[in-house]
């Protein structure tokens, strides 16, 4: 049975130009120290498509995929994405929560053998099947950093913090072939990770309003993911002093292969976000 596809949207970090124009790379002065906490919300999309490889349940079969975003949509029944920046000073963090609910609906004939959990045996090549996979995937990232260059050409922050994964399958069979009759399964299980992170952020002002932004992260490590990393680049226009609008690229990998579960996959595509800082 194919894997279910899902639409998995990513962060957009800090669209605000939010950067002091100290000139001093290294030493916070007494006043900046004293500055409130800015913060910003970001409700974004990402229109991304997904290809890589995946398993529909543990130690199952491991399946290619290769989507555009039109047909990772088609199966997305609710997706929620929002990104939350604060910084003081030169002390920075970031957050970011990602839920996302996806339902995929297939049939095939004439498939070759393969195991089915909850059907004893291998179910004969040339079996009809008719499968619904549903899937729920939660993703957090945290990060906290320094900012390190504070001019007024650009500002750059160093990061480092976790990435939270948390995966549940939900596989629904009926497999009918002459030699085992009709079968019906139901098939459920989910399993979770945490990846150590590392990263950078490059804020550049191009004139009062427009400005650019790319940021880049990377870890895995074996600790969770056997690795990932993050690459994401942002043209920001500021059209009130509180909103912001975005636009950009994203591209994210993560390989997990761990105890039978495969999700090793590369999402790419544009972004859209809007900021409110407060």
């Known amino acids: 049975m194919n894997r ?9 970090f800090g669209f605000q130009a939010v950067s002091a124009t100290s000139s001093a790379p290294i ?20 229109a991304a498509g997904i290809k890589g490889r995946m398993s529909p349940f543990q130690r199952g079969e491991t399946v290619e995929i290769n989507q555009s975003f039109s047909e990772v949509l088609r199966n997305l029944n609710l997706g929620s994405f929002t990104n939350l920046w604060a910084r003081n000073g030169r002390i920075v963090f970031s957050g970011n929560i ?13 498939l070759p053998a393969f195991q089915v959990p909850g059907i004893t045996g ?7 099947i008719n499968g619904r996979a549903d899937t729920t995937q939660f993703m957090t990232t945290m990060m906290g950093g320094y900012r390190i260059m504070d001019t007024e050409n650009y ?22 072939h002459p030699s085992i009759g009709e079968h019906r399964v139901s098939y459920g299980e989910k399993f979770w990770w945490i990846d150590p992170l590392i990263g950078a952020r490059l804020f550049a002002p191009v ?16 600790i969770g993911s056997d690795y990932t990393w993050s690459l994401l680049s942002t043209v920001n226009y500021s ?39 407060f």
């Open 4 to 12: 279910y596809s899902l639409l998995i949207v990513l962060p957009l």
């Open 27 to 46: 030493l916070i002065p007494a006043e900046e120290a004293r500055q409130p906490w800015v913060f910003q919300m970001t409700p974004f999309i990402w």
């Open 98 to 110: 990602m839920y996302a609910d996806g339902t995929d609906r297939k049939t095939y004939n004439n």
């Open 122 to 128: 291998v179910i004969p090549q040339g079996t009809h």
């Open 155 to 176: 500002t750059l922050d160093i990061l480092g913090g976790l990435r939270y994964w948390y995966m549940r399958n939900n596989v629904r069979v009926t497999a009918t």
């Open 207 to 222: 004139t009062e309003n427009i400005s650019f932004m790319s940021e880049i992260d990377a870890g895995g490590l074996g």
């Open 239 to 277: 059209f009130a002093n509180s909103l912001t609008a975005s636009a950009g690229y994203k591209a994210f990998k993560v390989n997990y292969n761990r105890q039978g579960h495969v999700h090793d996959v590369l999402q790419y595509g544009p972004v859209l976000g809007l900021t409110w800082s």
